[in-house]
Nanobody, 121 residues
Framework: QLDLSQSGGGLVQPGGSLRLSCSAS????????IGWFRQAPGKGREPILC????????NFLDSVKGRFTVGRDKAKSTVFLQMNDLAPEDTAVYFC??????????????WGQGSQVTVSS
């Protein structure tokens, strides 16, 4: 069982940046593939990015290309989502989840608690 928790998020102006982190209680995420997902009001949850256990990443969402990156903080054994040049349409609740192989269409078994990201002036 993977007990994921998230930190980060909040309110930011358009064009600003935020960083979300995902960690696991009692263990390192170093060898796990972890995906980031988001759910906007009134919409379904959609995959954004995934980082493989080997370190490569997969982008599922064209609208975040060049703005969002996923990576590992090895010192903290966590996975982060760096979001730059944020726009109002990025407003959503963001979740991390297990994502073996980063396969498209996979639904995580384990989820973080969610982080609200609001982009507004």
């Amino acid at each position: 069982q993977l007990d994921l928790s998230q930190s980060g998020g909040g309110l930011v102006q358009p064009g600003g940046s935020l960083r979300l982190s995902c960690s696991a209680s009692g263990e390192s995420l170093e060898h796990y593939a972890i995906g980031w997902f988001r759910q906007a009001p009134g919409k379904g949850r959609e995959p954004i990015l995934c980082i493989r256990s080997t370190g490569g990443s997969v982008n599922f969402l064209d609208s975040v290309k060049g703005r969002f990156t996923v990576g590992r903080d090895k010192a903290k054994s966590t996975v982060f989502l760096q979001m730059n040049d944020l726009a109002p349409e990025d407003t959503a609740v963001y979740f991390c989840g297990d994502h073996p192989g980063c396969y498209k269409g996979y639904t995580p078994v384990y989820w973080g608690q969610g982080s609200q990201v609001t982009v507004s002036s």
